[in-house]
């Protein structure tokens, strides 16, 4: 097992602590709140001599997204990290990246997208790059941000897949808590050396020249698509193997979902993020009344846990989604539709119903979430009728 120390840092700062002990080769920034002071902290490190890192500042998102496209190709072990609507600028090179097969990792501090203007947290920014071909992992604080970029960097080269870690705006970028971190050579042992010979085509392997980001005419561009798709399939099995590997160095397991008070539970609640902690918080209050309640976190997003989520569902009785975003196309949110797709996959039918909430960095109480339950459980026994499938959570009167 790994030596390790504890450390009082905010998100920002344990997860700049993770691009120094991993010591990318190249990152690309461009400030945007509330990402804006991780690269601040990262520019240290460089300015101090501490990391290797070239690090680029470019004028916009969408050329942060294109430095990061051909340092990849060319070999080099890239970084860059944004926010709201900078995520937003970029996502069509985030299309790029992943058709390309191109290791990147982003780091996605979630922010609320305009308008009205807000910088503070809600998951909008992360909707946009669901279909983008990225895997993208979610993190419940600053701890899990630190190991899900360590992490990341393993699961992008051995998938040959860009990836994004999310972590929520001011919740946790910018609150303070206790980080266990690890010792500098364990990380760089576990992410092992950057060679371009980690990827299959370097551009800079001049043995084996190829071409990167050629025309795909009708008749090709399909099996492209189609070989994209198969290997994402195989994503599942790369980021478990690499789950499995971290917790041998750090002794913290982690699994695609993380469930809470599930074994027996009738009505269950499943959140993403910083509201976890508060969502089982209402869980154990409602426990305490005799109500048999759980909760599920989604860690991996992309691909979508479909299996395990849909073994941990099979004896439900009704199921609280809760989006921190809205898809304003009269269904639901984001997440309330790939849940609705995973259960698909077992015979139970439990209840389901949606709940907006946390938009524009709004603060979610326990009572919410609990209030949320008692909905639930009202619908599901035919006590009270619903015109939609979602509502909203935090409707001021």
């Not at 609280?320 to 949110?333: K, M, N, P, Q, T």
Request: contains cysteine; charged residues 25%; hydrophobic residues 40%.
């Amino acid at each position: 097992m790994a030596q390790k120390k504890v450390i009082a840092l905010t998100g920002n700062q344990a997860a700049a602590e993770a691009m120094r002990q991993i010591n990318f080769d190249v990152a690309a920034v461009y400030p945007i709140s509330p990402q804006t002071e991780l690269m601040g902290f990262f520019a240290e490190y460089v300015a101090n001599g501490e990391v290797d890192t070239e690090m680029i500042a470019v004028d916009g998102e969408h050329s942060a997204m294109a430095t990061c496209i051909g340092a990849a190709a060319a070999g080099a072990r890239t970084i860059t990290a944004s926010a709201g609507p900078g995520i937003a600028y970029m996502v069509e090179n985030l299309y790029v990246a992943s058709g390309m097969r191109v290791p990147i990792v982003l780091l996605d501090v979630n922010r609320a997208l305009s308008a009205p203007l807000s910088i503070h947290c809600d998951h909008a920014d992360s909707m946009l790059t669901r279909d983008t071909g990225w895997i993208s992992l979610f993190s419940e604080n600053a701890q899990e941000a630190y190991h899900n970029i360590i992490m990341s960097v393993k699961i992008s080269e051995k998938a040959m897949f860009p990836i994004i870690v999310n972590y929520d705006g001011y919740i946790v970028s910018h609150s303070i808590e206790d980080v266990e971190i690890l010792d500098d050579e364990t990380v760089r042992n576990f992410v092992g050396p950057s060679d371009i010979h980690r990827i299959p085509y370097p551009l800079l392997d001049v043995e084996k020249p190829v071409t990167y980001g050629a025309t795909a005419q009708p008749d090709y561009y399909t099996e492209c698509k189609y070989q994209q798709h198969h290997d994402f399939l195989k994503v599942y099995d790369i980021v478990r193997e690499v789950f499995d590997e971290f917790a041998e160095i750090s002794g913290k397991r982690y699994d695609f979902i993380e469930e809470y008070q599930t074994e027996d539970a009738e009505y269950i609640g499943i959140s993403m993020g910083s509201s976890f902690g508060t969502l089982k918080d209402a869980v154990d209050r409602l426990r305490e009344q005799g109500r048999k309640v759980g909760a599920i976190k989604i860690r991996l997003y992309r691909p979508f846990p479909v299996k395990e989520l849909a073994k941990a569902l099979s004896k439900a009785k009704g199921v609280v989604v809760l989006d921190r975003a809205d898809s304003f196309d009269g269904i639901g949110g984001p997440l309330f539709k790939d849940v609705a797709t995973s259960l698909l996959a077992t015979e139970n039918n439990p209840y389901l119903h949606n709940f907006i909430y946390g938009l524009g960095g709004r603060e979610i109480h326990e009572e919410e979430f609990m209030r949320a339950f008692d909905r639930l459980e009202r619908l599901e026994k035919g006590v009270e009728t619903r015109e939609n499938f979602v509502e909203y959570l935090q409707v001021r009167e």
